[in-house]
């Protein structure tokens, strides 16, 4: 039976929730800073810096061949072996500072399978809401797609930003081996197409090892930040292309209004973009 067969089943996954506790700890969120070349935070968790926490620990018969933790508990069973953070949106609220009790509440809000070039594919969107006991901190959804197995090298991405612009800022910064494993086990994300190389290039096909999606996002909102100089009040991102560690990435930015706009680009393609935004009540 296919994954658009299974759809009704799915509708059961939507509005199941789970709710997690956590008290922040400084030592994930300065390593990562420090890994970055970025000055480490010595009160305020940064923004992105959430994704460091809540930690997916199953034993080891509960994780699949992928080193992702099997799916059944939290995320619905689909089938499609391949799974991908597609992109997000968040609204930051309040500051979190380190030390304080957080509780992140997480709901599924939608399963949709879709058709593609690449085949079958089923987009999950979970959102969550932060806590800590002054109340809501930040509001996200986060948008994951599971895949079909690849079968050979994936053709080159339409993401081409040859005929765009020069951006306003760029930066470059080689992404190595040794970054993206501390960045997985800081996330404890154990995907293999990050720090196994024969598996990503074997199994999944990829040139290399594979960026994380949420790496490229990190980089992108503390660059923004940096440059404006104060917290942004909202920030949307989009993975278009898989980056890996075989070329620098250049993180590129323009002021447009209240926002910035944002890419990752790497031998002439666009990997991801984003949207930061300082309209709202930014910190």
């Not at 104060?230 to 209240?258: K, M, N, Q, T, Y």
Request: proline share 8%.
């Amino acid at each position: 039976m296919s994954e658009r067969q299974n759809t009704a089943d799915w509708a059961d996954w939507i509005g199941r929730e789970r709710v997690q506790h956590e008290t922040l700890d400084p030592a994930r969120s300065q390593a990562l800073s420090t890994a970055l070349g970025l000055p480490p935070s010595q009160d305020e968790l940064p923004h992105l810096h959430h994704w460091l926490h809540f930690w997916e620990v199953p034993g080891p018969d509960r994780v699949g061949v992928d080193g992702h933790p099997q799916r059944g508990d939290f995320l619905p069973p689909i089938a499609l072996p391949r799974r991908m953070w597609a992109g997000g949106r968040l609204t930051f609220h309040a500051p979190i500072r380190f030390g304080q009790r957080l509780e992140r509440r997480s709901t599924i809000i939608s399963v949709q399978p879709k058709s593609g070039r690449s085949g079958e594919m089923v987009f999950v969107t979970v959102r969550h809401r932060l806590l800590t006991e002054d109340g809501l901190a930040i509001e996200e959804e986060q948008d994951l797609v599971f895949r079909e197995a690849a079968t050979g090298p994936a053709p080159p991405a339409a993401a081409d930003i040859l005929d765009q612009p020069d951006p306003t800022w760029r930066r470059s910064l080689v992404v190595d081996p040794v970054l993206l494993f501390r960045f997985s086990a800081l996330t404890m994300n154990g995907h293999r197409i990050h720090y196994d190389q024969p598996y990503a290039t074997r199994v999944e096909h990829y040139p290399g090892l594979v960026v994380h999606g949420p790496l490229q996002a990190i980089l992108m909102l503390s660059d923004a930040e940096a440059r404006i100089g104060r917290g942004a009040s909202g920030f949307g991102f989009r993975g278009l292309s898989p980056a890996d560690d075989l070329a620098p990435l250049d993180i590129c930015g323009e002021a447009v209004g209240e926002t910035a706009q944002y890419w990752i680009a790497q031998q002439g393609r666009r990997t991801m973009s984003a949207t930061v935004d300082w309209t709202g009540d930014a910190r």
